[in-house]
């Protein structure tokens, strides 16, 4: 099983500054089948990338990512306030599905 | 458009069963693969298993395998979770979430999820 490692734990941050989170896998992530979720309290977890680098439907162009083999990178720039949650990396390989621990990104 | 509406929260006893469900509307239903996924207080998200409607095909993950039973309906496009005997650690949020069906990357993630059923199991 792939294990996902994602850092930071918590990034305390300000509207308009930009975010950086990264995802470590433990093996290659077969064909870069990596993916980043928003997950904000009392809400559904919402797709924002698959691919490792594509956008889903309507998630804006300030959110971009990138990654190969082992590790991934979500970068959100000029941060706004509906930005603030817990994002998560998944893979899938051998069909099996793994979750990061997750990154929470809060207001400083 | 997709929906995933879920049944509501559930406050049960150690021991007591429970079957929860998810009723997709707006999709192709019996084709996409549908998803099962746990949160624990305060804790992150961990896939329990995957069922295909059209011929109940289900995986599981090693973590759930013998704990839960997935499984689902095509008439009623409603897709299920149960326990037969639950236990306090099964207190949770679970959210159903469908997987695309076309493309390179069908099948490698969640894009429409439900809104999430709270199990809550206390004596």
């Known amino acids: 099983e792939i294990v996902l490692t994602q850092s930071p734990g918590t990034l305390s941050l300000s509207p308009g500054e930009s975010a950086t989170l990264s995802c470590r896998a433990s093996?290659?992530?077969?064909?870069?089948?990596l993916a980043w979720y928003q997950h904000k309290p009392g809400q559904a977890p919402r797709l924002l990338i698959y691919?490792?680098?594509s956008r889903a439907s309507g998630v804006p162009d300030r959110f971009s990512a990138w990654g190969f083999g082992t590790d991934f990178t979500l970068s959100i720039s000029r941060l706004e306030p509906e930005d603030f949650a817990v994002y998560y990396c998944?893979?899938?390989?051998?069909?099996?599905?793994?979750f990061g621990q997750g990154t929470k990104l809060e207001i400083k | 458009e997709v929906q995933l509406v879920q049944s509501g929260a559930e406050v049960k006893k150690p021991g007591e069963s429970l079957k929860i469900s998810c009723k997709s509307s707006?999709?192709?239903?019996?084709?996409?693969?549908v998803a099962w996924v746990r949160q624990m207080p305060g804790r992150g998200l961990e896939w329990m298993g995957s069922?295909?409607?059209?011929?109940?095909?289900?995986r599981y993950s090693p973590t759930f395998q013998g704990q839960v039973t997935i499984s689902a309906d095509k008439s009623t496009t409603t897709a299920y979770l149960q326990w037969s005997s639950l236990e306090a650690s099964d207190t949770g949020i679970y959210y159903c979430?469908?997987?695309?069906?076309?493309?390179?990357?069908?099948?490698?993630?969640?894009?429409?999820w439900g809104q999430g059923s709270l199990v809550t199991v206390s004596s």
């Open positions: 979430a469908r997987l695309p069906r076309l493309g390179p990357l069908a099948g490698t993630h969640f894009d429409y």
């Open positions: 093996q290659s992530v077969r064909s870069n089948f």
């Open positions: 069922i295909y409607p059209d011929d109940s095909e289900t």
């Open positions: 707006g999709g192709s239903f019996p084709y996409h693969w």
């Open positions: 998944q893979q899938f390989g051998s069909s099996l599905f793994t």
């Open positions: 691919g490792a680098s």
